[in-house]
T-cell receptor, first 117, second 114 residues
Framework: NAGVMQNPRHLVRRRGQEARLRCSPMKGHSHVYWYRQLPEEGLKFMVYLQKENIIDESGMPKERFSAEFPKEGPSILRIQQVVRGDSAAYFC???????????????FGSGTRLTVV | DAKTTQPNSMESNEEEPVHLPCNHSTISGTDYIHWYRQLPSQGPEYVIHGLTSNVNNRMASLAIAEDRKSSTLILHRATLRDAAVYYCILRDRGATSGTYKYIFGTGTRLKVLA
């Protein structure tokens, strides 16, 4: 049973380009969460999605950032017109459906390290 | 905002027990206490969780105070591979789906000395 798969592991983009980060949840998990971690800082919640729905995007920057979790395929975190301040590790996690969640933790992926040059 | 308070860092000698404290004085009756750890250059990893009673698993033990306002993660014999940042997080047991997200604090950076 594969864990949460994130790709690419490392991504380098020039300022102004677009970054697309992909996350495939564990089998049977229908909830996906994205977190950002700046160097030497803790993880900051960005967005929580279920299949085809955004449940909570309170941590998403108002501009340039978007997320989706289509019916088929991985969840995508998209950053348009990247700037140097977007350089960070982006982690995706998945969990089973409610109400089992509270007796089950998240499973995190290994992250995508985005570097903007 | 994170609802837990942890020391920024701790040190331990290899093969000795480690007690990592966490204060959560505003915990509600429906909050579970979850612990995760993050090894260098990796994503967070689930360690243990509990509600009221002490819990044991193959990785660690969780001791929860009677009033639930604090808890302690216990690593019985620290190894070099246990060097990581340990996060204590409260998670609502029931409410709406929007509250299931984890809010991470700064955690405790554990250094294990050989």
């Amino acid at each position: 049973n594969a864990g949460v798969m994130q790709n690419p592991r490392h991504l380098v983009r020039r300022r102004g380009q677009e970054a697309r980060l992909r996350c495939s949840p564990m089998k049977g998990h229908s909830h996906v969460y994205w977190y950002r971690q700046l160097p030497e800082e803790g993880l900051k919640f960005m967005v929580y999605l279920q299949k085809e729905n955004i449940i909570d995007e309170s941590g998403m920057p108002k501009e340039r950032f978007s997320a989706e979790f289509p019916k088929e395929g991985p969840s995508i975190l998209r950053i348009q017109q990247v700037v140097r301040g977007d350089s960070a590790a982006y982690f995706c996690a998945s969990s089973p459906p409610i109400p089992r969640q509270t007796n089950y933790g998240y499973t995190f992926g290994s992250g995508t390290r985005l570097t903007v040059v | 905002d994170a609802k837990t308070t942890q020391p920024n860092s701790m040190e331990s000698n290899e093969e000795e027990p480690v007690h990592l404290p966490c204060n959560h004085s505003t915990i509600s009756g429906t909050d579970y206490i979850h612990w995760y750890r993050q090894l260098p250059s990796q994503g967070p990893e689930y360690v243990i969780h509990g509600l009221t009673s002490n819990v044991n698993n193959r990785m660690a033990s969780l001791a929860i105070a009677e009033d639930r306002k604090s808890s302690t993660l216990i690593l019985h014999r620290a190894t070099l591979r246990d060097a990581a940042v340990y996060y204590c997080i409260l998670r609502d047991r029931g409410a709406t789906s929007g509250t299931y997200k984890y809010i991470f604090g700064t955690g405790t950076r554990l250094k294990v000395l050989a």
